[in-house]
């Protein structure tokens, strides 16, 4: 979603709160606590999940490993949700030709750091950059180069633009904030 007038442009990023990660999340809870299920089960020898019989597995060495494998799984599980419910990754970017101002903002990990605040003055503000890479992974991302700070990324990484679209998206920029535009 933008927000656009003649003085200000405001894009809000989407951060973890996607529907890919709550179904991977999701899936890796419940795989790993079907194996945690398991691994206890095989223990206790006492059938927890009622698809098999416990006898099937026995504890040394299948059970442990499975017991190992849904503990690791919850471990990881627990992280996606954190980020899911933390939200990692949303902001805006802000662009003001009023008042000469481009402000980016994240969230983080919770701590000291978790508000992630940058502020630019325009006339820092170099080119737009769009970095193209084809391939299996293919990846298309638009950056904004800062006068003796480098390029600083305005889209997601794992954010899937067409060619058309990131283009559109980098001259409508562009074009707002009166710089060139340049293509790795």
Known sequence: MN???EYIWIDFIAGSRKTSNFCWALILFLGSLGFLLVGISS???NN????FSSQQINFFPQGIVM???GIAGLFISSYLWCT????LGSGYDRFDRKERIVD???WGFPGKRRRVFLRFFMKDIQS???EVKEGISTRRVLYMEIRGLGAIPLTRTDE???PREIEQKAGELAYFLRVPIEEK
């Open 104 to 106: 980016i903002f994240r």
């Open 43 to 45: 223990y206790f020898d």
């Open 48 to 51: 927890l999940i009622s698809l």
């Open 84 to 87: 899911i419910v933390w939200n």
């Open 128 to 130: 737009i950059r769009i």
């Open 160 to 162: 899937n633009l067409t």
């Open 67 to 69: 017991s190992f494998y």
């Open 3 to 5: 927000l656009r007038s």
